[in-house]
């Protein structure tokens, strides 16, 4: 079967298709296994082959920690102190600075693997991971070839006083970065370049290391010994570190051990518990006492371990020692169990899992939703573990108990796949300035809290175990400045990190924030007035741009012809200049096209001021966006940056050019509705783009059809985002001019990433098989973002390639490379970690019932433009009834009637309902075209949490909000009333109720509601007089008033986008909008909850 | 008349041959990432059709000289072959996309496909090949 190429063929059948709906991942492809050793590079012992003496001296005359431990994560924190550099490493003239957009060809040695070909379908499962990082710097230089990179540059390093920072006349091509080292008085505290050999030289095979279980073999001590720094921690003398190396371990150095390894793990009588157990309070032999006889072949030394590490595993590794092999696992240095909890659950935890295991009859159940909102379940691991753990809103596992096999995860019936939010606006962040960033040297994984260490000088890899070094730069900690407390580094406590990246990490230089904006001005845009709003909310907040003092920026208009115009310095006005060439698109001039803003700001305000005046009279109603997106690529290619397209009509000349296609009578037949692009002209432009590291955000003003299918590719593969205005008009639609405003301002203000590379990497074992989200997915696992926003989220589905019964739990780590506004190249690291469960009831235990459904949502978007709607709608219902008959058949011991569910997929039918009923998936002609595939964008690239408001919207009582319960943010009290269920039965006429639906809000108000709510918050004197199309609260003094605004405001603020407050009366025409959303109730097209839950039944229990 | 129709199949199954192996080079090639989605898409997208039309001068060519086993075995190959192309969604950037190879195991199956063809394509060549050589052997 090869034909999954064609999706209408495969999936004709409607039924037929949803037998196996989504298949939970990819079938499990056994040919794949032999080609897993090649993505991630061999990593066997024997290949253990350390560089350290070659790579010591260079970072450390380079290596300058400046860490500050929690920055707020502003744009402003690279200067960080008064020995901060300000100025950055130049790549050496030597190394290859390539454009960005090109596509690294260094290859990793890894052998092809040609061979494996999969049982295809949907479950076909990607090659091996490539174990090379972004650009071609790092893969390309095995070992020691970053070092002498280094040392080149530290060569030619100067030490620029902040002062000197390059002026902010630097044309684009001249950033001037200063090669200049670290500082220097960190650099001579411990370095010790000479010293280093001990660590390096181990002919040993990496595991055998933690040691020989029993009696201590006559030299081999050395590697458990425990010579202490630490008594001496504050300012480690480089030189005694060498000499704790070359102590010899010999029987007392045992007695010791044993002795004092009393932190409760089990006592070896040898080595193992000094690694497991060693205790602080350990007389320990004083460093300058240098026990020489040691040979020097296990040169490693411990220098102390700080009490982090001292609980190792309980299993001591002296019992594994032998048997210690390779896949064998993930045991952090400073966890005994890093496992699932079993082990240690406490009574609480075992009643808990229990009350998470008893099934809940849906039938009977009427109040399943919870009164809060609903958190992400918590993974089952060790509280230490869990504490460190990435937080559920940027890193979010459909299961958070792992299946340990496909086969398992087969049975279980429910998709496998992360949700990320990876460039979420953070409040705290820590960011780690250091010139070596330590990584996997197989895999390239970045050190996290989950690594374990093996001693002091090596940690396992929990993604490929492969066994690294620990660089000598990373045994300091700038936090605590001790040295010798690797584990205690900040990358190493906190699972989300940022790192400022050096110049390994650039293919060219940092670009500079470059922004275009392109407006349609044809007769019909100029109708809807927004160029006004637009060119009035930008000049107002042109400051707040991101950006530094490269920042650039430019215009193109366009109608039938294209405008250009020219900020040359010294022109009094702007130059407008006119290409009506559209077939062969040119720039007309190379310069002044893209100005500095700060230089040329009075022209440009100017500009602002002008633009929307200039084409009142233009009566031309042609639109020539295709030659306009070619226009401002060209403009912007050589830089890359972002553009922001301003469209109102269809597109109707040059390339590009779109037919109207949607028949509205035909609306309610769901087979013909074009979901696809009618055209590749904007994916290839789009990928053009992502090449270039431009991104193009698409504002789709319009009253009419569009074809946001076609248009919106411009945006899904360049790493955009799509904003849709349905009938934008400034008089007859002002709430849509708000709504744009708002959403404008964010959007100018909010951070921005440039030339982005995102890569999500997973344990071995597991392997992406798909992605979800606005971006071009470069390689196998290289997601090319030319732009990130905070405000966009990504899923990817997973498969589990290799059972991996062996490991107690598995890792993710997504790694997001970035140009900030700033000119600082960064990375922002999230590593999750999770437990790998071995039983079905497990496996549905910790199923996370919002993102599965969030998931599902992305799945079901793909099948709807693939195959059809109603294929999707099938394939969503199919999923709730296959994972709950496999619940019932598999998991529950007695048959029990009714619709038995697991407690954590209580919700499960409730949110595929919603989502059925969500304008994307709902069927019925009250969609449009448009609305419908922008729905679908916004599946595909909203975050998890604003996609579960938009699905299932929040449902709160507000004619009695009182301060019980009420969260206190910044003085003010903002009441927090129970969340209802979406059932017209839970509203009383008497009440006032607001739907929180995520991008619309509504407040409905009920006939008999009370006297008081409607004078104190609607400022009017009666239900009747209510206006019809209320859509603001009044500002009043009363208690009630600001309470209610204070709720709104709040729950306004914590979102990207601006929803509309719509006040709602029994007569009023949006009544039926917001009945709508009464998920639980029946409408004309679609089941109640309960029809729902009986059809699920009867299905189930077939 | 014969040996020529046989020996024109022959040279355009090797082609084919070369085709096939060159689709498995290029797609194990991304899936190594040796080469990116963009480059290695437009490099196979532009053999598709050579691939289709070499495959059906064959078949014709088979039709028209009678020879109706040969012709049946390579019908469901030819017919597959103009099939996947006309089902191109038009937003597609053709046969393979590179925005969507990486999707759904595609680049699997895409893989297997271009296997199953070689495997095909040397099965005709030997059987071509000996149509030839009994030919000239009978005359």
């Given amino acids: 079967?090869?034909?999954?190429?064609?999706?209408?063929?495969?999936?004709?059948?409607?039924?037929?298709?949803?037998q196996q709906p989504y298949s939970n991942g990819p079938v499990q492809n056994q040919l794949m296994h032999s080609s897993d050793g090649q993505g991630y590079n061999p990593s066997a012992p024997g290949s253990y082959s350390h560089q350290m003496p070659a790579k010591v001296p260079p970072h450390q005359s380079s290596g300058q920690y400046n860490y500050s431990s929690s920055q707020i994560a502003s744009q402003l924190n690279n200067y960080q102190g008064p020995g901060q550099i300000l100025n950055r490493v130049a790549p050496p003239s030597g190394s290859p600075v390539q454009q960005a957009g090109s596509v690294p060809q260094v290859l990793p040695p890894a052998p092809q693997n040609s061979a494996a070909s999969s049982a295809g379908g949907f479950g076909a499962a990607p090659p091996g991971l490539s174990s090379w990082p972004y650009g071609q710097a790092p893969a390309s230089h095995p070992g020691?070839?970053?070092?002498?990179?280094?040392?080149?540059?530290?060569?030619?390093?100067?030490?620029?006083?902040?002062?000197?920072?390059?002026?902010?006349?630097?044309?684009?091509?001249?950033?001037?970065?200063?090669?200049?080292?670290?500082?220097?008085?960190?650099?001579?505290?411990?370095?010790?370049?000479?010293?280093?050999?001990?660590?390096?030289?181990?002919?040993?095979p990496p595991l055998h290391l933690p040691r020989p279980p029993l009696g201590p073999p006559p030299v081999a001590g050395p590697p458990l010994i425990r010579p202490s720094t630490l008594t001496a921690a504050a300012a480690p003398p480089p030189s005694s570190s060498v000499p704790q190396s070359l102590l010899n371990s010999t029987a007392n150095r045992e007695g010791d051990a044993a002795s004092t390894a009393s932190d409760g793990s089990v006592v070896q009588n040898s080595y193992d518990a000094i690694e497991g157990g060693g205790l602080m309070a350990t007389t320990h032999?004083?460093?300058?006492?240098?026990?020489?006889?040691?040979?020097?072949?296990?040169?490693?030394?411990?220098?102390?371990?700080?009490?982090?590490?001292?609980?190792?595993?309980?299993?001591?590794?002296?019992?594994?020692?032998?048997?210690?092999?390779?896949?064998?696992?993930?045991?952090?240095?400073?966890?005994?169990?890093?496992?699932?909890?079993?082990?240690?659950?406490?009574?609480?935890?075992?009643s808990l899992q229990q009350e998470g295991l008893r099934p809940v009859n849906l039938l009977q159940e009427r109040n399943i939703l919870p009164t809060t909102i609903l958190q992400a379940p918590v993974p089952n691991l060790h509280e230490d573990i869990q504490k460190l753990n990435c937080n559920p809103e940027l890193f979010r596992c459909t299961l958070t108990n792992i299946p340990q096999t496909q086969a398992l995860l087969n049975k279980a019936k429910l998709p496998l796949g992360?949700?990320?939010?990876?460039?979420?606006?953070?409040?705290?962040?820590?960011?780690?300035?250091?010139?070596?960033?330590?990584?996997?040297?197989?895999?390239?994984?970045?050190?996290?809290?989950?690594?374990?260490?093996?001693?002091?000088?090596?940690?396992?890899?929990?993604?490929?175990?492969?066994?690294?070094?620990?660089?000598?730069?990373?045994?300091?900690?700038?936090?605590?400045?001790?040295?010798?407390?690797?584990?205690?580094?900040?990358?190493?406590?906190?699972?989300?990190?940022?790192?400022?990246?050096?110049?390994?990490?650039?293919?060219?230089?940092?670009?500079?924030?470059?922004?275009?904006?392109?407006?349609?001005?044809?007769?019909?845009?100029?109708?809807?007035?927004?160029?006004?709003?637009?060119?009035?909310?930008?000049?107002?907040?042109?400051?707040?741009?991101?950006?530094?003092?490269?920042?650039?920026?430019?215009?193109?208009?366009?109608?039938?012809?294209?405008?250009?115009?020219?900020?040359?310095?010294?022109?009094?006005?702007?130059?407008?200049?006119?290409?009506?060439?559209?077939?062969?698109?040119?720039?007309?001039?190379?310069?002044?096209?893209?100005?500095?803003?700060?230089?040329?700001?009075?022209?440009?305000?100017?500009?602002?001021?002008?633009?929307?005046?200039?084409?009142?009279?233009?009566?031309?109603?042609?639109?020539?966006l295709g030659p306009a997106l070619q226009a401002a690529f060209k403009l912007m290619s050589p830089t890359g940056g972002r553009i922001s397209v301003f469209q109102t009509q269809l597109p109707s000349l040059g390339m590009g050019a779109l037919k109207s296609r949607e028949e509205p009578n035909q609306r309610s037949n769901a087979k013909d509705i074009h979901l696809t692009p009618s055209t590749d002209f904007y994916k290839k432009l789009a990928l053009d783009c992502s090449g270039q590291q431009v991104a193009v955000d698409l504002f789709l003003l319009s009253g009419q059809y569009s074809d946001l299918a076609s248009l919106g590719c411009i945006s899904r593969y360049s790493a955009g985002s799509v904003y849709y205005y349905q009938s934008y008009h400034h008089k007859h639609n002002p709430v849509q001019v708000e709504k744009l405003q708002k959403e404008l301002k964010r959007y100018l203000t909010r951070k921005i990433g440039f030339e982005a590379v995102m890569r999500i990497r997973c344990t071995k074992g597991l392997s992406i098989h798909t992605f979800h989200g606005n971006f071009f997915v470069r390689s196998t696992d290289l997601l090319s973002l030319p732009n990130v926003n905070p405000d966009a989220g990504y899923a990817v589905q997973m498969a589990v390639e290799e059972s991996l019964s062996?490991?107690?739990?598995?890792?993710?780590?997504?790694?997001?490379?970035?140009?900030?506004?700033?000119?600082?190249?960064?990375?922002?690291?999230?590593?999750?970690?999770?437990?790998?469960?071995?039983?079905?009831?497990?496996?549905?235990?910790?199923?996370?019932?919002?993102?599965?459904?969030?998931?599902?949502?992305?799945?079901?978007?793909?099948?709807?433009?693939?195959?059809?709607?109603?294929?999707?709608?099938?394939?969503?219902?199919?999923?709730?009834?296959?994972?709950?008959?496999?619940?019932?058949?598999?998991?529950?011991?007695?048959?029990?009637?009714?619709?038995?569910?697991?407690?954590?997929?209580?919700?499960?039918?409730?949110?595929?309902l919603a989502l059925l009923k969500q304008k994307a998936f709902q069927a019925g002609t009250s969609a449009r075209l448009d609305e419908r595939i922008f729905t679908m964008c916004q599946v595909k690239n909203q975050p998890l949490v604003y996609l579960m408001l938009m699905t299932h919207p929040n449902l709160y009582r507000v004619d009695n909000l009182s301060d019980e319960g009420a969260l206190n943010i910044n003085d003010k009290t903002i009441p927090q009333p129970p969340i209802l269920q979406l059932s017209v039965e839970k509203l009383s006429r008497d009440g006032a109720y607001l739907m929180d639906a995520g991008s619309v809000m509504y407040l409905w108000v009920g006939k008999n509601c009370g006297q008081n709510f409607i004078s104190q918050v609607l400022g009017v004197p009666n239900y009747g007089s209510v206006p019809q199309n209320m859509t603001h609260l009044p500002e009043l003094e009363t208690a009630e008033s600001i309470r209610t605004t204070t709720f709104i405001a709040w729950?306004?603020?914590?979102?990207?986008?601006?929803?509309?407050?719509?006040i709602v009366k029994d007569e009023s025409p949006l009544k039926s909008s917001f009945l709508q959303n009464m998920i639980e109730d029946r409408t004309e097209s679609a089941l109640s909850y309960y029809e729902f839950l009986l059809h699920i039944q009867q299905q189930v229990n077939k | 008349m014969e040996s020529v129709v046989f020996i024109f199949s022959l040279i355009d199954c090797c082609a084919l041959i070369f085709l096939a192996v060159y689709f498995i080079i290029t797609l194990s090639d991304l899936e190594c990432d040796y080469i990116n989605a963009?480059?290695?898409?437009?490099?196979?997208?532009?053999?598709?059709?050579?691939?289709?039309?070499?495959?059906?001068?064959?078949?014709?060519?088979?039709?028209?000289?009678?020879?109706?086993?040969?012709?049946?075995?390579?019908?469901?190959?030819?017919?597959?072959?103009?099939?996947?192309?006309?089902?191109?969604?038009?937003?597609?950037?053709?046969?393979?996309?590179?925005?969507?190879?990486?999707?759904?195991?595609?680049?699997?199956?895409?893989?297997k496909e271009a296997m199953i063809k070689l495997g095909f394509h040397l099965l005709c060549f030997f059987m071509y090949l000996y149509r030839l050589v009994s030919q000239s052997a009978a005359r």
């Fill in chain 1, 144 to 204: 020691g070839s970053q070092t002498s990179h280094l040392a080149h540059v530290a060569g030619t390093a100067s030490i620029h006083p902040p002062s000197s920072l390059p002026g902010n006349s630097n044309p684009p091509g001249s950033y001037q970065y200063a090669a200049s080292p670290g500082g220097p008085p960190l650099q001579n505290s411990y370095m010790k370049p000479a010293s280093a050999p001990p660590p390096v030289t181990q002919p040993l």
């Fill in chain 1, 806 to 912: 062996d490991m107690q739990v598995v890792s993710f780590q997504s790694a997001l490379l970035y140009t900030s506004s700033k000119g600082e190249r960064r990375i922002r690291v999230h590593t999750m970690c999770l437990p790998v469960v071995a039983t079905l009831s497990d496996v549905y235990l910790g199923a996370d019932v919002q993102a599965i459904t969030g998931l599902l949502a992305n799945m079901a978007v793909d099948r709807s433009v693939s195959a059809s709607l109603s294929d999707a709608r099938d394939a969503l219902v199919n999923a709730v009834i296959d994972s709950l008959a496999a619940y019932r058949s598999s998991v529950l011991s007695i048959q029990q009637p009714g619709l038995m569910a697991p407690r954590s997929l209580r919700l499960f039918p409730l949110y595929v």
């Fill in chain 1, 285 to 350: 032999p004083s460093p300058a006492t240098p026990n020489v006889n040691m040979g020097r072949n296990v040169g490693y030394s411990y220098p102390n371990l700080p009490p982090g590490y001292q609980n190792t595993s309980p299993g001591a590794p002296g019992l594994q020692a032998p048997a210690l092999q390779y896949p064998d696992g993930s045991k952090p240095f400073h966890q005994p169990p890093l496992g699932p909890n079993h082990l240690t659950a406490s009574m609480g935890t075992l």
């Fill in chain 1, 418 to 624: 992360l949700l990320l939010h990876p460039f979420k606006d953070l409040s705290q962040l820590p960011v780690v300035t250091s010139s070596t960033i330590v990584r996997c040297r197989s895999c390239r994984t970045y050190i996290n809290p989950f690594v374990s260490f093996l001693d002091q000088r090596r940690w396992k890899c929990n993604l490929c175990y492969r066994v690294n070094d620990v660089p000598e730069e990373f045994m300091y900690n700038p936090v605590t400045r001790a040295y010798g407390e690797p584990h205690k580094r900040p990358e190493v406590q906190n699972a989300t990190i940022e790192f400022m990246a050096p110049s390994e990490y650039m293919l060219r230089p940092p670009q500079p924030p470059v922004y275009l904006f392109v407006f349609d001005v044809s007769h019909n845009a100029i109708e809807t007035g927004y160029l006004n709003t637009v060119c009035q909310t930008l000049l107002d907040n042109l400051d707040l741009l991101p950006g530094n003092t490269r920042t650039k920026i430019g215009f193109i208009t366009f109608d039938s012809t294209i405008h250009f115009y020219s900020l040359q310095e010294g022109l009094s006005q702007p130059q407008m200049l006119i290409v009506s060439d559209i077939e062969d698109v040119f720039i007309p001039m190379p310069e002044n096209l893209l100005v500095n803003l700060n230089e040329n700001r009075e022209l440009i305000q100017d500009l602002l001021k002008t633009l929307p005046q200039m084409f009142t009279k233009s009566l031309e109603t042609q639109s020539a």
């Fill in chain 1, 1051 to 1062: 729950l306004r603020e914590q979102r990207p986008f601006f929803p509309i407050l719509y």
């Fill in chain 2, 38 to 111: 963009r480059s290695c898409c437009s490099k196979l997208n532009k053999w598709v059709v050579p691939e289709l039309v070499g495959h059906a001068i064959v078949t014709v060519l088979m039709l028209i000289s009678l020879h109706w086993f040969i012709f049946l075995l390579n019908l469901p190959v030819a017919t597959w072959n103009i099939y996947r192309f006309i089902m191109v969604p038009s937003g597609n950037m053709g046969v393979f996309d590179p925005t969507e190879i990486h999707n759904r195991g595609q680049l699997k199956s895409h893989m």
């Fill in chain 1, 1 to 18: 079967m090869a034909q999954p190429a064609r999706p209408p063929a495969a999936f004709r059948g409607q039924n037929g298709a949803g």
